[in-house]
């Protein structure tokens, strides 16, 4: 089976989202969204997922005007409630199967 990976470059990112690289480079700077390759700035490679949390870090950092630090935190939790979140349908179908048989 083959896997479709998509991926976006730094230049792309900030036509497509309008962010500036500025923006692209604090975010990663703080952990928050990692390149899958480039190790130069302007060569960046981001995939689906970091552009998913790149996008939650710019809205939060504009619309709350919070610092990037809280920003990496908040980010963090909203991670780990998505792993719990995932964690939990996974023993909840184990459940229904458990009961069914």
Do not use: Y
Not at 21 to 44: K, L, T
């Amino acid at each position: 089976m083959t896997e479709l990976v998509f991926s976006i470059s730094l230049h792309e990112l900030c036509q497509c989202e309008e962010f500036t690289e500025q923006v692209i480079v604090e975010v990663v700077d703080h952990g928050i969204a990692q390149p899958v390759a480039g190790h130069d700035v302007a060569d960046w490679v981001f995939d689906t997922t970091s552009v998913h949390w790149l996008r939650k870090a710019v809205r939060l950092h504009s619309d709350l005007e919070i610092d990037w630090v809280a920003v990496a935190m908040v980010i963090d939790l909203l991670r780990k409630n998505e792993a719990l979140e995932k964690q939990n349908r996974h023993f909840e179908q184990q459940l229904r199967r458990f009961r069914e048989s």
